[in-house]
C-alpha cells in the first residue's frame, strides 16, 4: 500500500501564508525575542554549555522572515522577498551586535570548543540546513504538524554562528569571523533553497493574490500608525509651544509692573 501525502485545500494555504506574513514582521515583539535568544546563546557559548544554548535556540524568531523569502521567490513578489530579507538583515545585526556588546565584559578571552565547532563549515552543515528547510516549509504547510523541531533545527544552524562572529570579533580573531559569517550564509542558502523547494512542489504559487492582499493591508496598518504618530507628535508640539508662550507672557508682565531703573533714581 502506498500512502500518498493529502493534498492541501486552497483554504489551507491561504492559512500558511497569512500565519507566515504575520509571524514574520519586524515588530517589536519579534527583536526583543531575537535579543533574548542572542544574549542566552551568547551566554551559553562562552561557558561552553550546550544546554544553554539550546534554550536559546529555541525563543529565536529568525525561522519566520526565512521562510517568507523562499514564499516571495516562488509567487514571484518582490515585495515578499525585500520584507524578509530586511528583516533578517536587520537580525543578523542585531545578533551580532549584542554577541559583541556581551563578550567585551569577558575579560578571558580563550575560545572553547562550543565556540569554536561554529567556526568550521562543512557539507554535513549544510545538509543538515537543507533537511531542516524540507521540514520546516512542509510542517508550515501541514495544519496538523508541529514546527517546533524543526524550527529549532533552523536556528541551531543559524543564530549560534552569528553570536560566534560576534565572540571572535571582541577576540579580534578575524579569521574566525570570516569562517562564522560564511557557516550562517550557507545553512541560510540551504534553508532557503530547501524551503523554495517544498512551496514550489505545493502550488503555493496560487495564494499570490492572497500575499498581495496581506502586504496592502500591513502596510494600509503601519501608513495608519505613521499618521497617528504623527499627530501625537504635532499636539505635543502644540501644547509645548502653548506652555512656552504662557511663560513668556507671565515672564513679559512681571518685568512690566516692575519700576525701571529711571523710575527709581528719580524717586529717590
Same mark, same amino acid.
Given at each position: 500500500? %502506498?500512502?500518498?501525502?493529502?493534498?492541501?485545500?486552497?483554504?489551507?494555504? =491561504?492559512?500558511?501564508?497569512? =500565519?507566515?506574513?504575520?509571524?514574520?514582521?519586524?515588530?517589536?515583539?519579534?527583536?526583543?525575542?531575537?535579543?533574548?535568544?542572542?544574549?542566552?546563546?551568547?551566554?551559553?557559548?562562552?561557558?561552553?554549555?550546550?544546554?544553554?544554548?539550546? !534554550? &536559546?535556540?529555541? %525563543?529565536?524568531?529568525?525561522?519566520?522572515? %526565512?521562510?517568507?523569502?523562499?514564499? !516571495?521567490? $516562488? $509567487? !514571484?513578489?518582490?515585495?515578499?522577498?525585500?520584507? !524578509?530579507?530586511?528583516?533578517?538583515?536587520?537580525?543578523?545585526?542585531? $545578533?551580532?551586535?549584542?554577541?559583541?556588546?556581551?563578550?567585551?565584559?569577558?575579560?578571558? /578571552?580563550?575560545?572553547?570548543?562550543?565556540?569554536?565547532?561554529?567556526?568550521?563549515?562543512?557539507?554535513?552543515?549544510?545538509?543538515?540546513?537543507?533537511?531542516?528547510?524540507?521540514?520546516?516549509?512542509?510542517?508550515?504547510?501541514?495544519?496538523?504538524?508541529?514546527?517546533?523541531?524543526? &524550527? $529549532?533545527?533552523?536556528?541551531?544552524?543559524?543564530?549560534?554562528?552569528?553570536?560566534?562572529? &560576534?565572540?571572535?570579533?571582541?577576540?579580534?580573531?578575524?579569521?574566525?569571523?570570516?569562517?562564522?559569517?560564511?557557516?550562517?550564509?550557507?545553512?541560510?542558502? &540551504?534553508?532557503?533553497?530547501?524551503?523554495?523547494?517544498?512551496?514550489?512542489?505545493?502550488?503555493?504559487?496560487?495564494?499570490?493574490?492572497?500575499?498581495?492582499?496581506?502586504?496592502?493591508?500591513?502596510?494600509?496598518?503601519?501608513?495608519?500608525?505613521?499618521?497617528?504618530?504623527?499627530?501625537?507628535?504635532?499636539?505635543?508640539?502644540?501644547?509645548?509651544?502653548?506652555?512656552?508662550?504662557?511663560?513668556?507672557? /507671565?515672564?513679559?508682565?512681571?518685568?512690566?509692573?516692575?519700576?525701571?531703573?529711571?523710575?527709581?533714581?528719580?524717586? /529717590?
Amino acid at each position: 500500500m %502506498i500512502l500518498a501525502p493529502e493534498k492541501l485545500t486552497k483554504t489551507q494555504k =491561504q492559512a500558511t501564508v497569512k =500565519q507566515l506574513i504575520m509571524h514574520s514582521a519586524p515588530t517589536w515583539d519579534f527583536y526583543l525575542m531575537l535579543a533574548l535568544s542572542a544574549a542566552t546563546i551568547t551566554f551559553g557559548l562562552w561557558e561552553n554549555n550546550t544546554a544553554v544554548v539550546i !534554550g &536559546g535556540m529555541l %525563543i529565536a524568531p529568525m525561522l519566520y522572515p %526565512i521562510m517568507s523569502v523562499s514564499m !516571495g521567490i $516562488v $509567487v !514571484g513578489d518582490n515585495r515578499l522577498i525585500l520584507r !524578509g530579507l530586511s528583516v533578517i538583515l536587520k537580525s543578523v545585526i542585531c $545578533v551580532i551586535a549584542l554577541a559583541l556588546g556581551i563578550s567585551l565584559f569577558f575579560i578571558d /578571552k580563550t575560545l572553547n570548543a562550543e565556540i569554536l565547532s561554529r567556526t568550521v563549515p562543512n557539507i554535513s552543515y549544510f545538509l543538515i540546513a537543507i533537511l531542516s528547510g524540507i521540514a520546516m516549509a512542509y510542517a508550515l504547510a501541514r495544519p496538523n504538524l508541529s514546527d517546533v523541531l524543526p &524550527g $529549532v533545527a533552523i536556528n541551531v544552524a543559524l543564530v549560534p554562528p552569528l553570536a560566534v562572529t &560576534g565572540i571572535t570579533f571582541s577576540a579580534l580573531q578575524w579569521p574566525l569571523v570570516i569562517k562564522s559569517l560564511e557557516m550562517f550564509f550557507f545553512n541560510l542558502i &540551504g534553508i532557503v533553497f530547501a524551503a523554495l523547494l517544498v512551496f514550489a512542489m505545493m502550488r503555493f504559487f496560487e495564494t499570490r493574490q492572497v500575499i498581495e492582499q496581506k502586504l496592502r493591508a500591513e502596510e494600509k496598518i503601519i501608513e495608519e500608525e505613521h499618521k497617528e504618530k504623527q499627530l501625537e507628535d504635532l499636539k505635543q508640539i502644540k501644547k509645548t509651544v502653548r506652555e512656552a508662550t504662557s511663560l513668556l507672557k /507671565k515672564v513679559e508682565n512681571g518685568q512690566s509692573r516692575e519700576p525701571s531703573a529711571e523710575t527709581r533714581d528719580k524717586k /529717590k
